[in-house]
């Protein structure tokens, strides 16, 4: 049985076990959110705390709460968890910290996090080292601090794995309407993606912001996303850790290319989740999605009056995604006619000021930027702290378009400072989005026309942790080629003086290859363009080892890099790229998580900075794409069939001309099969 969070996020009824600051603070803050429901609070001296007049233990309350903080030390915590389960609570927020966060320190903060769990029962817990939450809607809260919500009908959910972070949203002044923030600890029993889940049944909930520091049950993210795109909720997340190496040391190319950033990019694409950068536009996205939801164009029109603006706006887009249309015909004409001749029409548009104050002319002037393929319409202004009387005219105006138009339309301060709360108020009063700060503006903008659809099929889990050893070139590419994928002609030499005998038997020019060594260019390993009478030669010159005589592949238009990595936070990375010996200085590759349609594997390669030369440049012929995308989803069968051993593959290069595509060199990491 799942626990109910509703009914802890939602309470009738609230009790907090123990006193201090954080007691009084508890019970403040709910009277300044005119909670209604019944405050109890549990305390061995029976203390009057603010008013409230404790109980000395939990048997003495009227009636099971809702929701409970429990303030006491980490011990007490498991042992007040467990009472408050059996009397049928409807859930609690574990203050104390030294859990599982401070196993590295204490070991025992693991097995106490588990007696936390397992005390628990069906009965749902945030935490523990969590501040608990807010719900604006309904005036509810278990918080210990200061916070900066206020009442509000309807809003965004913000959910933090850091309790500090959630402060500090709470805070902002951007005019966000914020219904929920919930701190969620270490997530004991209850992980941020089933609360997520659970306030996407609140109508109120227009969207959910999530900052994330680890996904955890990846099965639970996808069933999030597939109940967020039903419900019509959009979701994005600030994930920390793109300055993070690879969660496991490997061998290849793929393993410093696909880190763990790479395959948290990968989950949060193949989940619809838009991923921001930083707090600011965090907050801003999640403006522009309460107010209009996703875009439907990644289009925008800039209406300013400064040239210098206008140039602002334009460089700031650059390299977002987000395009500014040339003026069409009907545009140019509507223009022409509010404007006159002096003005040079364009967009980014420089209105001039001929029109100011007269809020009918700056309507007439404004209203053809906002037309049917524009995603939003951007009105920049940057209202004085000293007094904005006369820019009043510039807030009635865009209310006027936003009315007439039925389109998005957004007030841009380019400086964040320069959006007074109160004009915030009154533009989202009249569905025009306030937005502080043009860096933000763009990027938050580029999110929502570009949120990504949710991939209905399930994700290929990790599984179990394993040591994957190097299975040799030859082995690797044998068990490949049963699935599919092309490898050159090839035979396995144990001795020199068997070479030349050997490569008679092949077609020149030969590659030569020492088996075992995992970069094999850099440690003299490989040698090209022999013949039967030079690989002899050509070998005293290498490393000793078991050597691998193939075919030379010719005619290549260019080298690709497929790798799959075994990442366990987000299952398996598969990785296509510029390959060759200079793939990590051309760091071109895409990551998407097995299993990756066919359509989405093309979609990556036409991504690629290299892909001119696959689809034939100056003149060249094209690399048969069919045969690249064989390959790739050869590799990806191979990783199915095998999830349970495989490590890591990496086909560096797959060699693809204008007949097929070929895997010269093939790296493969498996554990042992058991029995």
Known sequence: MKPDLLRLLRPKSIAIIGGGAWCAQIILQSRRMNYTGRIDVVHPRGAVIEGVQSVTELARLPSPPDAVFIGVNRVATVDAVRSLSAMGAGGAVCFASGFSESAAEDETGTDLQAALVAAAGDMPVLGPN??????????????????????????????????????????????????????????????????????LDDPRVTAIGMHIEGFGDLSEWHALALKARAKGVPLIALKVGRSEQAQQAAVSHTASLAGSDAGAQALLERLGIGRVDDLPTFIEALKLLHMVGTLDAPTLSSISCSGGEASLIADTAEGSGMVFPELTDPQRGALGAALGPIVALGNPLDYHTYVWRDVERMTAAWLPMAAEHIGLTMIIVDYPHTDATDWVCATQAALAVRAQSGRPVAVVATLPELMPAD?????????????????????????????????????????????????????????????????????????????????????????????????????????????????????????????????????????LLVGVLRDPAHGFVLTIGAGGVLTELWQDTVSLLVPAAESAVERALRSLRIWPLVDGYRGKPAADLTSIIDAVMAVQAYVIANADTVSEIEINPLMCTPDGAVAVDALLREAKRRG
């Open 423 to 559: 004009v915030a108020q009154e533009l989202m009063a009249g569905g025009v989005i306030p937005m502080s700060g043009l860096t933000e503006a763009i990027a938050a903008a580029a999110v929502a026309a570009k949120l990504p659809n949710v991939q209905v099929e399930s994700l290929l889990l990790p599984g179990a942790d394993r040591e994957g050893e190097l299975v040799n070139e030859a082995a690797a590419k044998a068990a490949l080629s049963r699935v599919g994928l092309v490898v050159p002609k090839r035979v396995e030499v144990e001795g020199i003086a068997q070479l030349g005998a050997v490569a008679r038997t092949l077609e020149g020019p030969l590659v030569l290859k020492v088996m075992g060594l995992a970069h094999k260019s850099e440690e003299g390993g490989v040698r090209l363009g022999l013949t039967a009478d030079t690989v002899e030669e050509a070998a005293r010159d290498m490393p000793e080892g078991v050597y691998l005589l193939e075919e030379m592949i010719h005619g290549a238009v260019a080298e």
């Open 130 to 199: 969590c501040y608990g939450f807010i719900n604006a809607l309904d005036g509810a809260l278990l918080w210990p601090d200061q916070h900066g919500c206020v009442a509000v009908e309807r809003g965004v959910a913000i959910l933090t794995q850091s309790s500090n972070i959630a402060i500090n949203l709470s805070m902002q002044q951007r005019g966000l309407p914020i219904a929920y923030v919930v701190a969620c600890g270490n997530m004991a029993q209850t992980s941020q993606a089933r609360i997520a889940a659970e306030l």
